[in-house]
């Protein structure tokens, strides 16, 4: 599997944060919050960039709320310069899951890629940048608590369940994003192993 590295400087660079800015605004640029974030952008982004090179950036509290579709669903809202952060790490790690990132100037990159469905592709690479990874890592800690699930595995004691964290924040950009990461190698494992069959709407395996 191919393994990329060197991703930080790109993740941190103040272009990249502007586009990352850009896209977490689409559609919420009237909430108070992102309009303020806008009015002073590049003073906001600067001081984003200064925590992240630093290392003093920490994720804030986020913001719940049911939506009440087919299902019920706990959505867990990130504070809008968080929503910037997340941006900023997925559309890098996009890139250069594309190929992008090493052979193409990043704002030719993000334009060819607004014309595509913004998700990881098929087989993304093995990232192994330590400050993204660090990072990624500290949105995921920083998320809030999720619904209780109860599921015991091998070595599991009485309280290991209750220890455990539990799944990713719906509407995080970073939550379907690493969920794509996580769960391709079953996905290429199904493709390639199982090969699945498409029967008049049902999934067959052969």
């Not at 992102?34 to 600067?46: S, Y």
């Not at 190698?185 to 395996?205: A, F, H, K, S, T």
Request: glycine share 8%; with cysteine; proline share 7%.
């Amino acid at each position: 599997m191919k393994r990329v590295g060197g991703l930080w400087e790109t993740v941190v660079s103040f272009a990249n944060l502007h586009e990352a800015a850009r896209r977490a605004s689409l559609g919420k640029r009237k909430r108070p919050d992102v309009a303020r974030f806008l009015m002073n952008v590049e003073g906001e982004l600067v001081s984003l960039r200064r925590e992240l090179e630093s290392g003093e950036y920490r994720t804030g509290p986020y913001r719940e709320f049911l939506v009440l579709d087919a299902k019920p669903r706990l959505i867990s809202a990130a504070p809008f310069r968080d929503g910037v952060v997340h941006h900023a790490v997925t559309q890098v790690w996009n890139l250069s899951s594309r190929g992008a990132f090493r052979r193409t100037p990043m704002r030719a990159a993000w334009a060819r890629a607004r014309t595509r469905p913004w998700s990881a592709p098929s087989g993304p690479p093995r990232v192994k940048c330590r400050p993204t990874l660090e990072l990624a890592g500290r949105i995921v800690d920083g998320s809030d608590a999720q619904e209780e699930a109860i599921h015991y595995f091998p070595g599991d004691d009485l309280f290991s369940p209750g220890e455990r964290r539990r799944g990713l924040p719906l509407g995080n950009q970073t939550s379907q994003f690493l969920a794509n990461v996580y769960l391709d190698p079953l996905d290429q494992y199904v493709n390639r192993e199982l090969r699945p069959v498409q029967d008049r709407g049902w999934c067959g395996i052969t």
